[in-house]
């Protein structure tokens, strides 16, 4: 079975300034892909950044990059120029290639912008 | 807003009480996902249904059951209740496919809290 895990329960963050959350998974496949959810306090899963395993580059949107490293099996976001909107709990999920769309969630990380 | 709407977004209910909680799939999408979220944590995959089948289960017990219509909305059916139960309740729904692209788009939620 595959599992997530975000070491870093909270990060808090200046506004403007550049945080960067952690993820590592574990799974015997070969092919999946990966992914970073927002969930604000309105509660509703929002995705913001995913990353197909069989590519090497590192995915990019906007202010959000991931450093995906296969071997060591980290998959880490990057978020520059924070905002007060970024705010709230993220999630890094785990989806097989063969699975359909049942997603692995971590345990989250709750991101705190100061003004 | 995704387009997946679920419905109620609080319940309050009886230990030993069944509830039912519905989900109304985006446009075009045929498969549908629910989760549990406790408090604090990450979303767990409860079981999966596509064109109205179910396609994957997690580690639910058989009183967690489901239904898939023919115009893909959904049910989650909780029966005999536990104060354990209490979490959000997330539905997602996807276009079916085992592609990156094929993106789970979540709906708000449903607290149900159970005393």
């Known amino acids: 079975a595959q599992t997530v895990t975000q070491s870093q329960p909270e990060m808090s963050v200046q506004e403007a300034e550049t945080v960067t959350l952690s993820c590592t998974y574990d799974t015997s496949e070969s092919d999946y892909y990966l992914f970073w959810y927002k969930q604000p306090p309105s509660r509703q899963m929002i995705l913001v950044i995913r990353?197909?395993?069989?590519?090497?580059q590192n995915a990019t949107e906007n202010r959000f990059s991931v450093n995906f490293q296969k071997a060591a099996k980290s998959f880490s976001l990057k978020i520059s120029d924070s905002q007060l909107g970024d705010a709230a709990m993220y999630f890094c999920?785990?989806?097989?290639?063969?699975?359909?769309?049942?997603?692995?969630f971590g345990e989250g990380t709750q991101l705190t912008v100061n003004p | 807003e995704t387009g997946v709407t679920q419905s109620p977004t609080h319940l309050i209910k009886t230990r030993g009480q069944q509830v039912t909680l519905r989900c109304s799939s985006q446009s075009g999408h045929n498969t549908v996902s629910w989760y549990q979220q406790a408090l604090g944590q990450g979303p767990q995959f409860i079981f999966q249904y596509y064109r109205e089948e179910e396609n994957g289960r997690g580690n639910f017990p058989p009183r967690f059951s489901g239904l898939q219509f023919p115009n893909y909305s959904s049910e989650l059916n909780v029966n005999a209740l536990e104060l354990d139960d209490s979490a959000l309740y997330l539905c997602a729904s996807s276009s079916g496919g085992r592609g990156p692209l094929t993106e789970a788009f979540f709906g708000q939620g449903t607290r149900l809290t159970v005393v």
């Open positions: 999920a785990y989806r097989s290639a063969t699975s359909g769309s049942r997603l692995t």
């Open positions: 990353q197909e395993a069989y590519k090497q």
